[in-house]
Every structure is written in C-alpha cells, then in structure tokens.
C-alpha cells in the first residue's frame, strides 16, 4: 500500500504558486509517497509543472478535505493553508499519521515572505527547503506584452486608464500588447485596450483558462500588472516583470529580488481585502512604471 502525503492549500493562483518550494521540499523529503494537494481544481493545469504532485483533490478554503483511502488516513498531512484551527481541524479528520502546521509546531510571524512563511515551517520540521525553488520554465520571450489589470479586490487594482497609458506606450515601444484577465475582469480589460487604442482582439480576458494564461505568459517578453497572480506566474516563468504593489508590502508578497522584477510600492500598507482603490497604490503613476519597464528590459 502506498504511503499518502496530503498538502492543504484552499487558496488561489499565486498562493499556489508561493508554495512550490515548499511542495518541491516534501517531495525531496518523501521520495516514495503519493502527494495530493487539495487546491481548487481550476489549478490542476499547475500541478504537473511543480514535479511535486501526484493528485488534486478540489478544496476553496480552509476545509473540509474530501480526502478519502479505504481504512485509512493520509500518513502525512500539512497545512500549507494558514494557521488557524479550521485548517487544523480539516486536516484532523482525515486521521493522519503525523501533521505539521503552524501553531502545533512553530508559531505564525506576520512579518515573513509568503515563501519563505512555508519553507521556514518545514525548515522547523526538520525538511529542508529552498525559497528559490520557484521556477516552472523559462520563457524565450517571443511572445506579446502582457498587461493584466485586474485583481481580486479593489484595493489593489491600479486604475484602468492609468494601465491603458502604459500598454499605450508599450505597444509603441516594446511590442505587441494584450490584455489579460479571468471573466469577471473582462470589463476592465477591454476598457484599457479600447483607451491604449489596442484591436478587440488583443483582449484576452474571459477567453483563456488557467492553461491558456500558462501559455501566454510563459512566452511573454514582459509582465506589467498589480499585486496578483499572474505576477507570480511571470516569477515562475522567468519572464521580466514590473508589479504595483498598494495596501500589502512587496517584501511579504514581491518577486524575488534581481532578475529583471521590479515591484513598486508607496511605502504604504493598508486592507487588501479592501473595497476601494489604495491610496498608497493612487501614488505609483505611470513615468514610474514606463522606468521600470526600460529598467526590466534594457
């Protein structure tokens, strides 16, 4: 019978993709276990990249986890979610041999990179991990400029006609723009194309899923977007990046430092979650973004 390692991690696309080097680590550490992930499944086109997952198991949030072997728990849960005692306890039920966590083992710090959040955790446990460990491939940048100006909260959504300037200009510049998005921020996106003067058809909006964003930004020449996943995606691609940054600090979820990211911020902190653009965020104005730009690219 096969040993069973179950990793929670109920979250999105660059929460998925800050736990890699963690993911990687448990594989490193558990050679001969099956690793599941639970994750919402739209992440499944990321799971055969990581080299680090056998299986998703579809989880938004905190639990619970449908985790289900005939007679038995996973030999190996760990909470790669949070802290709190609804991933603790969804995990509990599955009946694991062992649990790590936060809290049960080493105490939460607000004041860490998400990376390194996971890394330093399984560190505790004894696993060793590298923070670095963060790359899905490297783009050979032949394909567009991506511009995605949506987020998932309005807080860090740096304003659409502030975006439209900047592809304006990239489009002159650098290359072929499109705009990126989920659905819900095709609005947004097709607006910015109609004010930087962009085809419809460079709206890629609503049109892609997870695996046709993997594809467009895995051979992007360049990533311009707020503090959201497909910056993440950029990081774990290679792609040369410049990411605005409003109510969180780029030092607890930024790329990592050199290789052509350049993550701007106010200086500010504020609510992520919250319903109005940041104020901190109102200060990045586009000459600083077209510097960054020449900055990544030159």
Known sequence: MALELLALRGLGLGDLLTAVPALRALRQEFPVHRITVAAPAPLEPLMPL????DELIDVRGPGPVPFERPGRGPDIAVNLHGKGPQSIEALRRTEPGRLLSHTLGPPWRDDVHEVRRWCDMLEWYGVKADPSDLTLGVSDRTGPVVVHPGAAFPARRWPPERFARVAAALERTVG?????????????????????GLPAGRVLAGRTDLAGLIDVVGRARLVVCGDTGVGHLATAFCVPSVV???????ALWGPPPGWRHVALWAGRTGDP?????DAGLLRIDVSEVLDAVMEVTS
Request: glycine share 16%; proline share 11%.
């Open 50 to 53: 990581t080299g680090a997952v």
């Open 176 to 196: 072929e723009v499109v705009v990126t998005g989920d659905a819900g921020e095709a609005p947004i996106a097709a607006r910015v194309a109609e004010l930087a």
């Open 244 to 250: 605005l940054f409003g109510p969180v600090p780029p």
């Open 273 to 277: 979650h919250g319903g109005r653009v």
